[in-house]
Every structure is written in C-alpha cells, then in structure tokens.
C-alpha cells in the first residue's frame, strides 16, 4: 500500500486561489476539508487540510503550481505533513521544497514529482534523470528573468 500523506494547504482568498485547490484536489483520491483556522492563519488565507497518497499529492501540487499566480513553497520537515502555500517571492511556475532533512530545492515542471517524492522521504534511491538543476531563489522580476532556462516559470508543460 502507498504511503499516506497529510496535506495543509493555505489558500490566499485575495489571489482568489481557494477553489483552484478545491478543484486540483478534487481531481485526485484525496480526503480534505476546509477548516476554520481563524486566528491561526492570516485574514486572508484558508486553512485546507487533509490525507492523500504521496504520488497523487504531487499530481496536485502539480496543477497548483500551474493555476497559482506566485509561485509555492512545500514544505515537508517530518512527521508525514506535508504545508503547501502560494508566495509571492518565488517567480509563478517555480516551486521551493523544503525537505525533511532542511534541504531547500528550487524547482519548476522538470523534476518535481521526483523531487516532491524525495523530499517527503520516498523515492531516494529512485533514478534522478528528470531533474533539473537546484539554485537560487529569483527574488524580483529581474533576478527570475537572468535565472538559467532550468529556474524559469513554464508556460505550458504537457503531461505534468
């Protein structure tokens, strides 16, 4: 049986991404539900929680990663939860991964769901030939348009 993750994802409702996490969710096996958090989260983000398999997590950061204005950071520092939210410091279309052993890797479609699996503590030993180059976080519109070609945003991506 596949490993069972728990998810959060905080929702920014004035980047309107709440129901784009509904649908990505909606689109894999997963069991989640929105909480009220209020207090616990800032005033304009939804707690969205629940459990999924780990591949198909990924599937959903996936989409996520594509109908997000900003880009995500995950992180995945033990303990099976996985925080999921957007961030305006990191270029649409990129990901930052923060695995369980602290190791921030920057992503785009190349490479992610293998790095997701390895940063969740699956997948290590599994062959890494779609990876794409770790780097610096592009922190301005600047610094994302001299990132290499690996870093920068995909418009389109078939099959991810």
Request: glycine share 10%; no cysteine; aromatic share 2%.
């Amino acid at each position: 049986m596949e490993d069972v993750a728990h998810f959060s994802v905080l929702a920014s409702l004035e980047q309107g991404e709440v129901d784009s996490v509904r649908s990505a969710l909606s689109e894999i096996p997963a069991d989640f539900k929105v909480v009220d958090a209020k207090g616990s989260v800032p005033l304009d983000e939804i707690l969205i929680v629940g459990t999924s398999t780990v591949s198909a997590l990924t599937v959903a950061i996936g989409s996520l990663r594509r109908m997000f204005q900003r880009g995500i950071v995950i992180d995945a520092l033990g303990d099976g939860e996985i925080i999921i939210r957007s961030d305006g410091s990191v270029p649409r279309g990129v990901m930052v991964i923060r695995s369980e052993d602290g190791q921030l890797e920057v992503r785009n479609a190349e490479g992610a769901t293998q790095s997701l699996l390895a940063a969740l503590g699956r997948g290590r030993d599994a062959p890494a030939a779609d990876s794409a180059p770790t780097g610096k976080i592009p922190t301005s519109a600047v610094e994302a348009e001299a990132a290499p070609a690996e870093l920068a945003p995909a418009e389109t991506e078939p099959g991810v």
